[in-house]
């Protein structure tokens, strides 16, 4: 079983705190049937003629990052899960201080687990980057080769404003050196709120998928909750065309045979032709 990375550092007055969706992720990364599916999509091949790795690094993508205990995961262990360690990892998150601690997470992670593969990430060599932003604004078209998103899945009257969450938030800083509580909650919010059915954010992700993921080997896993609707949004998917492909490949919990999280996995089908 492949550790889990220590949160201990974060703030959890500010970040929302590892919990069963989070670790759901990892259970379903580190699962025999998704390691064989990862590894067959970006583990290194050689190419006979000119000896050289003919698959470049793939790029990750964790969009709100949180804690960064997702994003660590994968990039300490990605010799285990991708079958390659040299893996370029980014993370976004509309949450400042969120963007901070996963870094750290990061780098503590690759220290931690203190192998050959990750000691380059652990000094600050290997490429990682955290950028305050909201989703996928920042990424370039097809930049992402593996997208991962533990949304605000929350079905919730309205969206708290991550703009507005930001502003309050330096003037409370720069008059007085401290936040508030209200301030604190509103980031909070930010994490779990998520608008009419718990869906309005994660629409707005799905509508960026085919955008910026990589033509030839994209995927993305996304989080939903049994109020999500989970069937309509993969029927929704599926009429993205024949170029794609979705399924449900991790769940937990079951009320009244209702799963109540589960992981999809959306893929580009390129390389199954």
């Known amino acids: 079983m492949l550790p889990t990375p220590s949160t201990s550092h974060v703030n959890t007055d500010r970040i929302y705190d590892p919990a069963e969706d989070s670790f759901l992720l990892l259970d379903t990364f580190s699962s025999k049937s ?4 990862l590894k067959t999509r970006f583990m290194r091949r ?13 790029t990750i993508l964790e969009v709100g990052t949180g804690s960064g205990v997702i994003l660590a995961f994968v990039t300490a262990h990605a010799k285990e899960i991708f079958g390659r360690a040299d893996v370029l990892s980014l993370g976004t998150d509309v949450n400042r201080y ?3 601690a996963t870094e750290q997470t990061v780098r503590q ?5 203190a192998t050959n593969n990750t000691i380059g990430m652990a000094k600050g060599k290997n ?3 955290i950028l305050n932003a909201d989703l996928t604004t920042p990424i370039r078209s097809g930049m992402i080769d593996v997208l991962i998103f533990n949304p605000p899945y929350v079905p919730t009257s309205e969206i708290p404003n991550a703009a507005a969450a930001e502003a309050e938030n330096d003037e409370v800083t720069s008059s007085s050196g401290k936040s508030t509580f209200e301030d604190h909650s509103h980031m909070l919010a930010l994490s779990y709120a998520g608008g009419v059915h718990g869906m309005e954010v994660t629409s707005r992700l799905l509508d960026q998928i085919p955008f910026v993921l990589s033509k030839s080997r994209g995927v993305a896993y996304i989080l939903l909750c049994r109020q999500n609707r989970p069937d309509t949004v993969i029927q929704q998917i599926r009429r993205w065309g024949p170029d794609w492909a979705v399924s449900i490949v991790g769940h937990s919990g079951k009320t009244g045979g209702w799963e109540k999280l589960c992981i999809i996995r959306i893929c580009r089908v390129t390389l199954l032709k």
């Open 98 to 100: 969120a963007c901070q």
């Open 127 to 129: 490429p990682l980057a």
């Open 34 to 37: 998704e390691v064989e599916f």
């Open 46 to 58: 050689t190419d006979q003629v000119n000896q050289h790795d003919s698959l470049p690094p793939p």
């Open 109 to 113: 992670t690759c220290r931690d687990t």
